[in-house]
Nanobody, 126 residues
Framework: QVQLVESGGGLVQAGVSLRLSCAAS????????MGWFRQAPGKEREFVAA????????YYTDSVKGRFTISREYAKNTVYLQMNSLKPEDTAVYYC???????????????????WGQGTQVTVSS
């Protein structure tokens, strides 16, 4: 059973950077495609970025392209989301997710993931 734990959120001013981490436990967790989603108050959970380690695929939603970078440290079973040039509209709870079923890429829908972390709050002030 895969478990995911996010960390790295916080309260920052617009323009600065944050790096979120998602540590995955489980013997085969490092082989699963992983994604980051976010949910702002009163809004639906939306896709941010995804990485398919073994296939070498990475995918971003348009609003974060050029500012966010998803990466993976295989030996630590950890996925990162480096967020630069943060904007107030990036404020949300950020969730990481794993697909242990093997769904078709790109994995940009919540239903394509079967394991979720508890979330970490990111607040960007103007």
């Amino acid at each position: 059973q895969v478990q995911l734990v996010e960390s790295g959120g916080g309260l920052v001013q617009a323009g600065v950077s944050l790096r979120l981490s998602c540590a995955a436990s489980g013997r085969t967790a490092s082989s699963y495609p992983m994604g980051w989603f976010r949910q702002a108050p009163g809004k639906e959970r939306e896709f941010v970025a995804a990485i398919h380690w073994s296939a070498g695929y990475i995918y971003y939603t348009d609003s974060v392209k050029g500012r966010f970078t998803i990466s993976r440290e295989y030996a630590k079973n950890t996925v990162y989301l480096q967020m630069n040039s943060l904007k107030p509209e990036d404020t949300a709870v950020y969730y990481c997710a794993a697909d242990s079923v093997g769904r078709t890429w790109p994995l940009i829908r919540t239903y394509q993931y079967n394991t979720w972390g508890q979330g970490t709050q990111v607040t960007v002030s103007s």
